[in-house]
């Protein structure tokens, strides 16, 4: 707690102050740094669910930081103003800032109360941190000019993740901290990679579409989400060529676009897919009861082999001794059933397995992704503040209303209007 705490509720607040990269084209709206959507999302998730946080986000121009940024500053965003709060320990850390990532961590754990998914060090996010790890690496390599194979290899490692997960997210049915490192960085690849390389990702990877899908339907995802267009710019300098798909006109005038769609044969392959495998598992378990049936078969066939006429000959001999031969066949004769029945054994445990095929991972639930984001708004100082948008489209005139919202239920914005 700060100094000039006045033992009213407010003392137990977090209150802090998150400044992220402006955007590219328009110098106010939320730009393309994955690493600020990255702890954008994580700020907004912990807002949701501790009650004792209060922050507010700015978007600043990367080549003009604000005048209360100190001489120790990185030259990194994002960063962290803390105006009031405690770490862990009841350390005061009112007035201190975090500008790298190792201290932005630390910061956000220090906070975190209620969120151990959102924690860097969860068991968890540490297995998934290490199949993405170099995905957005091989991703610039490919924007640069490289072939798509590497890349492709790191989406198909990450499919096979996702479909060994029984979760909706990476580690949980919940965003987590590897899903806030992984999805700005997805959406880049989705968006960058198909304006510069014409490249989508395959539509075989359907645990990837269907993760991307339910993502789409997470607020936190949606509102820290910056702009097709900017995404684009973002590439403008490392790419190998220039983007497929050019701005019309003035992209400071041109209407910003956010790429959230599924495709609908994706879709229907997931859904599809899944319901065609359980029924499928559903034939195999009635085939598998069947199986058993003719058991019964082989154990009365040596019955009736047994008074088999071949012992007559030694017989005709009229030696005692040769009985014995007799016996021999007739025990070598029963030997044979066991050989007929290993087939049918094996047989029956193939069937087997078959019947836990129908064990298959439910149907995905589909929803309908809600409004684009668009976010905006003048601060004090030039800076902007961003929150979650809503637009509103009567005849030519379009109406954007930018509020800010803490999770105390304080709102904060404007309402700008444009031709």
């Known amino acids: ?45 912990l807002g949701e669910n501790q009650d004792d946080i209060d922050f507010k986000v700015f978007t600043v121009q990367a080549d003009c930081p604000p005048k209360n940024f100190a001489s120790g500053w990185s030259k990194k965003y994002p960063v962290v103003m803390v105006n009031s709060g405690r770490n862990k320990a009841g350390q005061d850390i009112s007035g201190m800032m975090y500008d790298t ?11 975190n109360k209620e969120c151990p998914e959102l924690k860097s060090a969860n068991a968890p996010n540490q297995s998934a941190m290490a199949v993405v790890g170099n995905l957005y690496k091989y991703f610039n390599h490919f924007i640069a ?9 790191e989406l198909r490692k990450l499919n096979e993740y996702l479909e060994s997960q029984d979760t909706k997210f990476m ?3 919940v965003l987590s901290f590897s899903d806030c490192h992984l999805l700005p960085r997805l959406q880049h690849i989705r968006v960058a990679g198909k304006a510069y390389r014409d490249f989508d990702i395959p539509k075989e990877f359907t645990y990837i579409w269907r993760y991307l899908k339910n993502a789409y339907e997470q607020d936190a995802f949606k509102s820290t989400m910056p702009s097709d267009q900017d995404i684009i710019k973002n590439y403008e300098k490392k790419a190998c060529n220039v983007p497929k798909v050019k701005s019309k006109g003035n992209p ?92 049918q054994q094996q047989e029956e445990e193939e069937l087997e397995p078959t019947a836990a095929e129908q064990h298959q991972e439910p149907e995905p639930t589909a929803v309908e992704p809600s409004e684009e984001p668009q976010t905006g708004g003048t601060g004090d100082g030039g800076l902007e503040e961003t929150s979650i948008t809503t637009t509103t489209t009567e005849g030519t005139d379009t109406t954007e209303k930018i509020a800010s919202s803490a999770p105390n239920g304080d709102v904060q914005g404007q309402v700008e209007a444009a031709q």
């Open 145 to 153: 000019g490289q072939p798509e194979k590497a890349l492709v290899g």
């Open 101 to 111: 990532f190792e201290d932005l961590e630390i910061f956000f754990a220090s906070i």
């Open 1 to 45: 707690m700060s100094g000039n705490d006045t033992g009213d509720g407010d003392a137990q607040m977090q209150k802090f102050e998150l400044y992220i990269k402006a955007s590219a084209i328009d110098k106010e709206t939320k730009g393309s740094c994955p690493i600020c959507q990255q702890f954008f999302m994580i700020t907004c998730l």
């Open 171 to 173: 580690v949980d049915n």
């Open 252 to 343: 400071t005038l041109e209407k910003f676009t956010y790429l959230m769609d599924v495709p609908e044969d994706i879709l229907e392959t997931i859904y599809n897919g899944t319901s065609a495998s359980s029924d499928g598992g559903a034939t195999q378990v009635e085939e598998a009861e069947v199986a058993p049936v003719p058991e019964p078969t082989p154990e009365v066939e040596p019955e009736q082999r047994e008074p088999s006429p071949e012992p007559e000959p030694p017989v005709e001999a009229e030696q005692e001794p040769e009985a014995a031969p007799v016996e021999q066949q007739q025990q070598e004769e029963p030997e044979a059933a066991p050989v007929e029945q290993q087939p």
